[in-house]
């Protein structure tokens, strides 16, 4: 059964850091790419950051470049999200996903997800 | 970037009703469309690829339609479990960008 475990979320104050991790088992985590995607609190879905199988590239939401960076460890089935100098908007859910590709491009859509980690910046 | 733009924000229908929600993108996506349904407190779930290929697992009164800038998302009877929030995301290029969603809701 292929899963997706993330942990890591908390509270953490503005301008504070926070590793968030995702434990992928039932598939071969190298082969694919993977994503972050967040929630905020009774807000719709925004993507966040993205990284190739390899891990060799990886892209990433204007909206957090620059103070986020996204890594994998293919030899943990690892995928992190390495979060600086936290805002308050980057409150929210943070899902991981497996990206799938049928056409061109290094993600075409999102399956299956983790379950979600809050991740609160609050003061 | 590209923008996606859902309608409507919000619906009420009753058990058997056919439903549809639109998703139009600001350029042209070809057929890199795809359609999540999320409930409370749940991660989304995977519904329609590649604008009209149904994910294995998913009943079939669920159909997606469209290319281009316009597309469609019908759910042809409705049912008690299909109340839901419904997301479009278009994976035609980077960043990868979410429609605001459509919320089901019971009449």
């Known amino acids: 059964e292929v899963q997706l475990l993330e942990s890591g979320g908390g509270l953490v104050q503005p301008g504070g850091s926070l590793r968030l991790s995702c434990i992928a088992s039932g598939f071969t985590f190298s082969s694919y790419a993977m994503s972050w995607v967040r929630q905020a609190p009774g807000k719709g879905l925004e993507w966040v950051s993205g990284?190739?199988?390899?891990?060799?590239?990886?892209y990433y939401a204007d909206s957090v470049k620059g103070r986020f960076t996204i890594s994998r460890d293919n030899s943990k089935n690892t995928l992190y999200l390495q979060m600086n100098s936290l805002r308050a908007e980057d409150t929210a859910v943070y899902y991981c996903a497996t990206c799938q590709v049928w056409g061109t491009g290094w993600c075409n859509y999102f399956d299956p997800w983790g379950q979600g980690t809050l991740v609160t910046v609050s003061s | 970037d590209i923008q996606m733009t859902q309608s409507p924000s919000s619906l009420s229908a009753s058990v058997g009703d056919r439903v549809t929600i639109t998703c139009r993108a600001s350029?042209?996506?070809?057929?890199?469309l795809n359609w999540y349904q999320q409930k409370p407190g749940k991660a989304p779930d995977l519904l329609i690829y590649a604008a009209s290929t149904l994910q294995s697992g998913v009943p079939s009164r669920f159909s997606g339609s469209g290319s281009g800038t316009d597309f469609t998302l019908t759910i042809s009877s409705l049912q008690p479990e299909d109340f839901a929030t419904y997301y479009c995301q278009q994976g035609s290029s980077t960043p990868l960008t979410f429609g605001g969603g459509t919320k089901v809701e019971i009449k």
């Open positions: 990284i190739s199988g390899s891990g060799g590239s990886a």
């Open positions: 350029q042209s996506i070809s057929s890199y």
